[in-house]
């Protein structure tokens, strides 16, 4: 079985900020890891996936995670987020043969003026 | 190349009557998959076809809910007889699964449901 846990249900921040969103993840076997956002009344859009190779991943505007095995963590950061980042951010978890894609609860980033 | 194309957008029906929602997956991709969100449950899945064929429908609440692939470019979502508590928005979505594609997952923009 796997699971995710967002540590953080909201993350309130100003404009120019530097921001992380915590993801702890359970898998009894190698994973793959993923950062999804979704927009206001929009999909979830993929931002950046793990699947093996260097830990810090880079993805779309701006985001980067780090995947730490020892930690089973894989932390979202963004060193300066803008009114636009504002949306809800999904970290997912699969593993092995394991075709489910199975989601965090959800981190709500908002971004102040 | 385009995504996933889910119909209808936004759907409000009223409870008791028969709703269809539509996917067509992105073209290549041999694996689908039927999500649901709402504010208690968060994402959910529903159930998972590999190359047309349904491999796990456990997510399914109850019998009123079926799924359907016909073919690798159409897949249907069929709530019959529909209630409020179905309210949600469903999610369509399709992945290439093979050796070392790590199951990366392509969404829609989701059906929004009102049972009213």
């Known amino acids: 079985a796997q699971s995710v846990t967002q540590l953080d249900s909201q993350v309130p921040v100003f404009e120019e900020a530097p921001v992380e969103l915590r993801c702890n993840y359970s898998?009894?076997?190698?994973?793959?890891l993923f950062w999804y956002v979704q927009y206001p009344n929009q999909g979830l859009q993929l931002l950046l996936k793990?699947?093996?190779?260097?830990?810090l991943v880079k993805g779309i505007n701006g985001f980067e995670a780090e995947f730490n095995k020892s930690q089973t963590s894989f932390h979202l950061r963004k060193p300066s987020v803008h009114i636009s980042d504002t949306a809800e951010y999904f970290c997912?978890?699969?593993?092995?043969?394991?075709?489910?894609?199975?989601f965090g609860k959800g981190t709500l980033l908002t971004v102040n003026p | 190349d385009a995504g996933v194309i889910q119909s209808p957008r936004h759907e409000v029906t009223e409870m008791g009557q028969e709703v269809t929602l539509r996917c067509k997956p992105i073209s290549g991709h041999n694996s689908l998959f039927w999500y649901r969100q709402t504010m208690m449950r968060g994402l959910e899945l529903l159930i998972y076809f590999n190359n047309n064929v349904p491999i796990d429908d456990s997510g399914m609440p109850e019998d009123r809910f079926s799924a359907k692939m016909p073919n690798a470019s159409f897949s249907t979502l069929k709530i019959q007889p529909s209630e409020p508590r179905d309210s949600a928005v469903y999610f369509c979505?399709?992945?290439?699964?093979?050796?070392?594609?790590?199951?990366?997952?392509?969404f829609g923009e989701g059906s929004w449901l009102t049972v009213v």
């Open positions: 898998s009894s076997v190698s994973v793959y």
């Open positions: 979505a399709s992945s290439w699964r093979g050796p070392d594609s790590g199951n990366t997952i392509y």
């Open positions: 793990y699947l093996s190779g260097s830990t």
């Open positions: 997912a978890v699969s593993g092995g043969s394991n075709y489910k894609l199975t």
